[in-house]
Every structure is written in C-alpha cells, then in structure tokens.
C-alpha cells in the first residue's frame, strides 16, 4: 500500500514537473525577446551615456559664453557711464560760460540804457536805436536755451538711470548660470560610470562655480511701482511703530 | 545736518549709478565701497560717514549681514542705513527691517524715490 502511495506521490511531482517544462517552454520566447530588448538597449543605453557626456562637456562653454556676456555688459556700461559724464561736464561748463555771458549782457544792458540817455533826441537817432536793440535778443532768447540745457541735463541722467538695466540683466545671468551648474552636477552623477576617454576635455572642477557670486534669482527691471508699493507698506508700518518690540510682533 | 555717504554694491554701474543720483540731489560727500567687508573697514577708519547706502546682494559680506554688524556695533549702530536692492518680495524686506535697515528701495530706483527715503530717515532721525 505504501509503495502504491509513493508511485502516486511520483507521478504527481513528474506532473508538476512537466508542467513547469511546458510553462517553460511558453517563457522561451519571452527571455528571447528580453534578451534581444537588452541587445537592442545596450547601444541606445550607450548613445545616451555618449550624449549626456557630450551635453555635460558643453557646460563649462556655455556657462563661459554667458560670463563673457555679462563681463562685455558692464565693460560697455561703462563705456557709457564715462561718456555720460563727460557730456554731463561738458553741458555743466556750457550752461556756466553762458550764464556768465548772460550777466555780461544784463551790465550791457544797463550800460546801453544810460548811453541812450545821452544820445540826441533826433529821428536818425531813434531809427539806429531801434535797429540796435532789435537786433540784440541774446537776452531773450537766453532763457529758451537754459531750458534746453536743462533738458539735456535731464535726459542725460535719465539714461544713467536706465543703466541699472546692465545690474539687473547681471543677476539674472548669474541665476542662469547657477541653474546650468546644477545640470552639470545632476549630469556628472549619471555618467561617474563612463569610460574616462567619454569625457575628454571635460573637467568637473573647473573653476566656473558661481559660488561666491550673489544673485538675485527674482530681479527684474520693471518701471512698475508694485515691489516698492509693497515695500514702502511694510516700511512705513513697522515706521509707525515705536519699538523694535513691536516691529518683530507685527512679522512675527 | 551734512551727510557723507557711503555708498555699497558689488556693482561698479550701481555705485556710479547712486552716486550721480546723490550728486543731482545736491550731495557731494561720498565715499564707495564693493562689499560689507570693505564697508566696515571704511566705517571704522572714518567716524564721519553718517548715512549708508547698501545693496544686498555681495560677495564676502552681504547688504544684510552688514546692516547686522552695524547695528551690533556700539560706535556705528546709530549710522542711517538705507538698502537698495533687487530683492523685493516681502520676506526679504520683512527680514531688513528686521535686522533694522531705516528704510527700502527696491532697484530699478527713481531719483524721486530716493530723495524721498533720505529725507525720511533725515526727518525721523
């Protein structure tokens, strides 16, 4: 009895047995078509090392290039800077000489009306006065040209102003910059396992870390009054309150 | 009251900039300086300096940290200060006033608005 039990324990254990073959033989194809999936990968796997490598490698230039930009930015800036005040002196002594010459032709002017006092009282005399004065107007048109200085004077410090543009675009060149470092380091982590020869000409250490530098990420050059509304809020809040105590409770 | 400024950005431009605003407002005492370190060094050296103009941003030394040492400093802690910068979200400001800048302004500056925060501190003060 007991040897019949066995041989039907066997045939059980040979059933399972074909089965997992037949279940074996389905999984054939299966661990063929991974294989060949993997065969397949390995080059895309390693086209995809080889760009990452190749993008990484471009980094430093394109953070070179965008150093180079803001280097050039200042450097024109100023350029500009020193031409403005140059112009700003150059109107400066013109406004002055031509003040001086105004205060001359006011003495004149005195001068000139004690004089045709003096003068007889003919005909001939009045006609050569008249054409005299007519023709003197540096007096009257004096004041039109101060206002033109003045103008100059006003337009030329509104450029110097707009020049803060070049600060700005700084900062923000400066965040991108500091993104770009952060790509290379997360694209430095992918490729640790590549063949040094992938990276050729690529140094991880070069010196283009922005650190040290400080920058904004938020700056922008905007003629809107907003930021400053909010800040000016603030400010004058805190103004308002008579100690320091205060100040921190209202933030607090 | 006369005022010697001295004026703080990392920015060549941005001194220039503050500087020949200062100068249009009638100012002509000015002294710069490209970041908080060599902002306290001046400070120490020269007792005249009464009113400060800082950016935030700079290498070495911030804006902030500088507003920090200065008012840590018994000698320098009654200087005014005033901070023009980028940053202009209100955490940033909040955290200025809190280390006790006496006011704000949030670069791009008008030369209306900066007359207008000086003579406020000068008349607070």
Request: proline share 2%; hydrophobic share 40%.
């Amino acid at each position: 009895m007991k040897q019949v039990n066995n041989m039907s324990e066997l045939f059980d254990r040979l059933n399972d047995l074909k089965a997992v073959f037949r279940y074996g033989q389905k999984l054939i194809p299966i661990i063929q078509s991974i294989i060949d999936f993997m065969r397949d990968t390995v080059p895309l796997l390693e086209d995809i090392n080889h760009s990452i490598a190749d993008s990484t490698s471009k980094i430093p230039k394109a953070q070179d290039q965008i150093t180079n930009v803001s280097s050039a930015t200042e450097l024109a800036t100023t350029e500009i800077l020193d031409l403005v005040d140059s112009i700003s002196a150059d109107i400066v002594n013109i406004e002055n000489t031509f003040k001086e010459l105004q205060k001359e032709e006011e003495e004149k002017g005195m001068l000139w009306a004690q004089i045709k006092s003096l003068l007889p009282d003919s005909a001939e005399a009045a006609e050569l006065i008249n054409k005299f004065e007519n023709g003197r107007q540096f007096i009257t048109k004096s004041s039109e040209l101060i206002e033109i200085f003045q103008k100059i004077k006003n337009d030329v410090y509104n450029i110097t102003l707009s020049l803060q543009v070049q600060d700005i675009t700084s900062q923000q060149l400066a965040a991108v910059t500091h993104l770009i470092e952060s790509v290379q380091k997360r694209l430095a982590s992918l490729i640790v396992h590549l063949d040094e020869s992938d990276l050729h000409g690529f140094e991880f250490q070069k010196a283009y870390s922005t650190k040290g530098t400080t920058f904004d990420p938020d700056a922008r050059y905007t003629k809107s009054t907003e930021r400053q509304e909010v800040a000016d809020e603030i400010i004058n809040g805190a103004l308002n309150k008579t100690s320091q105590d205060e100040i921190d409770k209202l933030f607090s | 009251m006369a005022l010697r400024f001295l004026v703080v950005d990392d920015s060549v431009t941005m001194r220039r900039i503050v500087i020949n605003s200062l100068r249009n407002l009638g100012y002509d005492d000015f002294i710069e300086a490209a970041d908080g370190k060599e902002a306290l060094e001046k400070l120490t050296a020269d007792s005249s300096i009464n009113f400060v103009i800082t950016d935030w941003n700079m290498p070495v030394v911030s804006g902030l940290e500088l507003v920090k040492s200065i008012r840590g400093d018994e000698k320098l802690s009654k200087l005014s200060i005033l901070m023009v910068t980028t940053r202009g979200v209100k955490e940033d400001i909040i955290e200025a006033l809190q280390a006790k800048v006496n006011n704000y302004i949030v670069k791009p500056f008008t030369p209306q608005i900066l007359k207008e925060k000086i003579d406020q501190i000068i008349n607070a003060a």
